[in-house]
């Protein structure tokens, strides 16, 4: 089902001017900005800075002196948390421009980013609560002369890059947190989606946090986040994007040794036995390939069907694709937005052709959409899929479904582990057993039984495998954002090494 994209919904839309957030002070850069084209409607809708490399270093040292020698780190955990609280509360007040921003920047359902925007609210809060438990660690077991302290401090400097997939959302998995922990930060949205990243600058100042604690250095990857990624100023880089950019973070960070916390790719698997409740699934396996155009590190791209369910299941998945409403993000109907960008269709459209190259067949969809302006991909399944084809090993982005079967448990968990990827999986049966064996076996960092896709900020998220290294959210978020330091105290007078003879 289409929703025709409103050809005068932005007409009257002045372009917003993003500047930079260096050392407490807004900046527009030298070069001539950035401009975003709306990938639903086809005009410039924003114009961010263009930041050069002499910003970032800038903004590195701004932090760095506001970690060295400001009050955010010295301040209580209590003075923290009720500042990151009122960036909540604040985020909250101004959750329809941040949505609206999110959704005509990258093409977003306004209706779902809305749900971002509250999401990100609960994280803040989540984080901000968390500020309060980060303790050490005390033994006083160690004998009569002995008192160990274990001191969580916080590390430093941290670089947060993110990408354009969930602009707002992927920002509060990491700031909020390396606030709470009393770290610095310099953060580069992606040049695609800069505009809610820069308000939320806006927000931290009115919410209290000191000038130079959060930097916003908008830009290109090339320029600002590679030395975000290098400078040895930088502690801690924590990064949302594709494996291949991740990679070589983590070789940057490499010569200074900086901790890296990395949230990549996945290409992640529902496995389907034939006792499941399927019209829950059917459900769950649209939402999990086609929620946010499939342009999201948890799509559930690959079903893997018991063989004896396969041929009823592809034909109801499609029936289903039929009636999802794809078009104007700006309509509140819209639950399928537009693609991020016209290059970005051609990649995807090429793993289809790939794939039906090789044997695979369309089962629905198959290919762009005209909906009179923007860039918009129709759902798509794609069955007769084997591990080996492209199509099931690497990430799509979009919103293709790529079917493959399985006869035994084994092999399906067999082909679930067959790729570089680990970053979550879905399980369907009615069997406690056999969800179990499933979620013990797959090599991902989040398993679903029974549902997909689901999260909160309790529940810790990264991946296995080439999908990431670390986790973001859940209990253990502010810890990584800290050093452990012992204090090993003697108590009395110490037993000497050298001891005189005697004789
Ligand atoms: P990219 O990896 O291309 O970009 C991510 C960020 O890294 C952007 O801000 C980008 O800047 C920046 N970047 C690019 N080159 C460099 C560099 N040399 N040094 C430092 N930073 C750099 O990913 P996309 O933005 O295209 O996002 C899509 C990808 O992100 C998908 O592959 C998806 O799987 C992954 N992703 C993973 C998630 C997870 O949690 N596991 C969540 C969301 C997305 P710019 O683009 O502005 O130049």
Same mark, same amino acid.
């Given at each position: 089902?289409?929703?025709?994209?409103?050809?005068?919904?932005?007409?009257?839309?002045?372009?917003?001017?993003?500047?930079?957030?260096?050392?407490?002070?807004?900046?527009?850069?030298?070069?001539?900005?950035?401009?975003?084209?709306?990938?639903?409607?086809?005009?410039?809708?924003?114009?961010?800075?263009?930041?050069?490399?002499?910003?970032?270093?800038?903004?590195?040292?701004?932090?760095?002196?506001?970690?060295?020698?400001?009050?955010?780190?010295?301040?209580?955990?209590?003075?923290?948390?009720?500042?990151?609280?009122?960036?909540?509360?604040?985020?909250?007040?101004?959750?329809?421009?941040?949505?609206?921003?999110?959704?005509?920047?990258?093409?977003?359902?306004?209706?779902?980013?809305?749900?971002?925007?509250?999401?990100?609210?609960?994280?803040?809060?989540?984080?901000?609560?968390?500020?309060?438990?980060?303790?050490?660690?005390?033994?006083?077991?160690?004998?009569?002369?002995?008192?160990?302290?274990?001191?969580?401090?916080?590390?430093?400097?941290?670089?947060?890059?993110?990408?354009?997939?969930?602009?707002?959302?992927?920002?509060?998995?990491?700031?909020?947190?390396?606030?709470?922990?009393?770290?610095?930060?310099?953060?580069?949205?992606?040049?695609?989606?800069?505009?809610?990243?820069?308000?939320?600058?806006?927000?931290?100042?009115?919410?209290?946090?000191?000038?130079?604690?959060?930097?916003?250095?908008?830009?290109?990857?090339?320029?600002?986040?590679?030395?975000?990624?290098?400078?040895?100023?930088?502690?801690?880089?924590?990064?949302?994007?594709?494996?291949?950019?991740?990679?070589?973070?983590?070789?940057?960070?490499?010569?200074?040794?900086?901790?890296?916390?990395?949230?990549?790719?996945?290409?992640?698997?529902?496995?389907?036995?034939?006792?499941?409740?399927?019209?829950?699934? /059917?459900?769950?396996? *649209?939402? =999990? %390939?086609?929620?946010?155009?499939? $342009?999201?590190?948890?799509? @559930?791209?690959? +079903?893997? #069907?018991?063989?004896?369910?396969?041929?009823?299941?592809?034909?109801?998945?499609?029936?289903?694709?039929?009636?999802?409403?794809?078009?104007?993000?700006?309509?509140?109907?819209?639950?399928?937005?537009?693609?991020?960008?016209?290059?970005?269709?051609?990649? /995807?459209?090429?793993? *289809?052709? =790939? %794939?039906?190259?090789?044997?695979? $067949?369309?089962?629905?969809? @198959?290919?762009? +959409?005209? #909906?009179?302006?923007?860039?918009?991909?129709?759902?798509?399944?794609?069955?007769?899929?084997?591990?080996?084809?492209?199509?099931?090993?690497?990430?799509?982005?979009?919103?293709?479904?790529?079917?493959?079967?399985?006869?035994?448990?084994?092999?399906?968990?067999?082909?679930?582990?067959?790729?570089?990827?680990?970053?979550?999986?879905?399980?369907?049966?009615?069997?406690?057993?056999?969800?179990?064996?499933?979620?013990?076996?797959?090599?991902?960092?989040?398993?679903?039984?029974?549902?997909?896709?689901?999260?909160?900020?309790?529940?810790?998220?990264?991946?296995?495998?080439?999908?990431?290294?670390?986790?973001?959210?859940?209990?253990?978020?502010?810890?990584?954002?800290?050093?452990?330091?012992?204090?090993?105290?003697?108590?009395?007078?110490?037993?000497?090494?050298?001891?005189?003879?005697?004789?």
């Amino acid at each position: 089902m289409t929703v025709l994209v409103n050809p005068t919904a932005l007409a009257n839309h002045k372009a917003r001017e993003f500047g930079m957030l260096i050392g407490g002070k807004w900046e527009q850069g030298t070069g001539a900005p950035i401009e975003r084209i709306a990938p639903s409607h086809g005009v410039v809708v924003s114009r961010v800075a263009a930041g050069s490399k002499a910003d970032a270093e800038r903004a590195i040292k701004a932090a760095r002196d506001a970690f060295e020698e400001g009050p955010w780190p010295r301040l209580t955990a209590s003075e923290r948390s009720a500042i990151l609280l009122k960036a909540a509360d604040l985020i909250a007040a101004r959750s329809e421009e941040l949505a609206f921003l999110d959704a005509i920047e990258a093409g977003k359902p306004i209706s779902q980013v809305r749900g971002e925007i509250a999401g990100s609210v609960d994280i803040w809060r989540y984080a901000a609560a968390l500020a309060r438990s980060l303790h050490g660690e005390s033994y006083n077991t160690l004998g009569d002369g002995t008192l160990g302290v274990v001191l969580r401090e916080a590390i430093g400097v941290v670089s947060i890059i993110t990408p354009w997939n969930f602009p707002f959302l992927i920002v509060a998995q990491k700031l909020p947190f390396a606030l709470a922990a009393g770290c610095t930060a310099v953060v580069k949205p992606s040049e695609l989606t800069s505009g809610s990243t820069v308000v939320l600058g806006e927000i931290l100042l009115e919410a209290g946090v000191p000038a130079g604690v959060v930097n916003i250095v908008t830009g290109t990857g090339p320029e600002v986040g590679a030395v975000m990624t290098s400078h040895p100023h930088v502690d801690v880089v924590s990064f949302t994007g594709s494996t291949g950019v991740g990679r070589l973070t983590m070789a940057n960070a490499a010569q200074t040794l900086k901790k890296v916390s990395l949230e990549l790719g996945g290409k992640n698997p529902q496995i389907v036995f034939p006792d499941a409740d399927l019209d829950a699934f /059917i459900d769950a396996a *649209v939402f =999990g %390939a086609y929620f946010n155009a499939g $342009e999201c590190c948890n799509a @559930g791209s690959r +079903l893997i #069907l018991h063989r004896s369910i396969a041929e009823s299941v592809i034909s109801r998945v499609a029936e289903l694709a039929q009636k999802v409403r794809v078009g104007d993000p700006l309509d509140p109907t819209t639950q399928v937005g537009a693609i991020i960008t016209p290059q970005h269709l051609e990649k /995807i459209n090429g793993f *289809v052709d =790939g %794939a039906l190259k090789t044997g695979a $067949e369309v089962a629905h969809g @198959g290919g762009g +959409l005209d #909906l009179g302006m923007g860039q918009f991909m129709a759902p798509t399944i794609l069955s007769g899929v084997t591990p080996d084809m492209a199509v099931a090993r690497e990430e799509v982005f979009g919103p293709v479904l790529s079917v493959l079967t399985f006869d035994t448990a084994a092999e399906a968990i067999s082909i679930a582990n067959s790729i570089d990827y680990g970053l979550s999986a879905g399980v369907w049966s009615r069997d406690f057993d056999t969800c179990l064996t499933i979620g013990r076996k797959v090599k991902a960092g989040t398993i679903w039984m029974n549902t997909f896709m689901d999260g909160a900020s309790e529940l810790p998220f990264g991946g296995y495998k080439q999908s990431g290294l670390g986790r973001e959210l859940g209990l253990h978020a502010v810890e990584d954002y800290t050093e452990t330091k012992t204090l090993n105290m003697h108590i009395g007078s110490r037993t000497n090494w050298w001891v005189p003879k005697t004789e």
